[in-house]
Nanobody, 124 residues
Framework: QLQLVESGGGLVQPGGSLRLSCHAS????????IGWFRQAPGKEREGVSC????????DYSVSVKGRSAISRDNAENTVYLQIDSLKPEDTAVYYC?????????????????WGQGTQVTVSS
């Protein structure tokens, strides 16, 4: 059974950094694209970043582009999302999700397996 577990969230001051982790169990990540999404209270879930399986092609939303980096370690079965220069508007629950191979059209409905999320709060 595919299982994803996020970690690394917490309370961070504006301008700080976080590295979120998404660890997979029950399957090997090699053939899966992993997307990161976030959902703030009262808002729809939005895509943040995605990394494809074999070629490692990455994609970022406008909201985090230039201050974030997604990476994967297939040996550790883990995908990471680093976000720098955090802003209060980055506050949300962050989820990772898996789908086969590629990140094309990285909307939530295209991902079939989801973690339970990790809370990120950016506040002074």
């Amino acid at each position: 059974q595919l299982q994803l577990v996020e970690s690394g969230g917490g309370l961070v001051q504006p301008g700080g950094s976080l590295r979120l982790s998404c660890h997979a169990s029950g399957f090997a990540l090699d053939n899966y694209a992993i997307g990161w999404f976030r959902q703030a209270p009262g808002k729809e879930r939005e895509g943040v970043s995605c990394i494809s399986s074999s070629d490692g092609v990455t994609d970022y939303s406008v909201s985090v582009k230039g201050r974030s980096a997604i990476s994967r370690d297939n040996a550790e079965n883990t995908v990471y999302l680093q976000i720098d220069s955090l802003k209060p508007e980055d506050t949300a629950v962050y989820y990772c999700a898996a789908r086969l191979y590629f990140c094309s059209d990285p909307t939530p409905g295209r991902f079939r397996s989801w973690g339970q999320g990790t809370q990120v709060t950016v506040s002074s």
